[in-house]
Nanobody, 122 residues
């Protein structure tokens, strides 16, 4: 009924940049918080950044000053601009959304994308 689809991952050298996108589709009434999480091999999933519908952002200390999060509410799409990438940024990046499903009766729920691999070589 609701899908989150990430795109934009890939292989990049240290110091390079990538831009991830997350498109939400389906029977969506509104989207509250959207965010990016990541999970490296053998590690727990961790918060990267979040953004509210009003544009308030929050970042993990490890990415502050290097990553930027933004969203287009009209398109139900979120972006993560990643600059000055480091090998330790290598992980599967997951899109997250806390949203209100429109039909048949509105209700709030959390959704995750399938993940996109980001690999940063040294």
């Amino acid at each position: 009924q609701v899908q989150l689809v990430e795109s934009g991952g890939g292989l990049v050298q240290a110091g390079g940049s990538l831009r991830l996108s997350c498109a939400a589709s389906g029977s969506i009434f509104s989207i509250n918080i959207m965010g990016w999480y990541r999970q490296a091999p053998g590690k727990q999933r961790e918060l990267v950044a979040t953004i509210t519908s009003g544009g308030t952002t929050n970042f993990a200390d490890s990415v502050k000053g290097r990553f930027t999060i933004s969203r287009d509410n009209a398109k139900n799409t979120m972006y993560l601009q990643m600059n000055s990438l480091k090998p330790e940024d290598t992980a599967v990046y997951y899109c997250y959304a806390d949203l209100v499903v429109a039909a048949p009766r509105p209700y709030e729920d959390d959704y995750w994308g399938q993940g996109t691999q980001v690999t940063v070589s040294s």
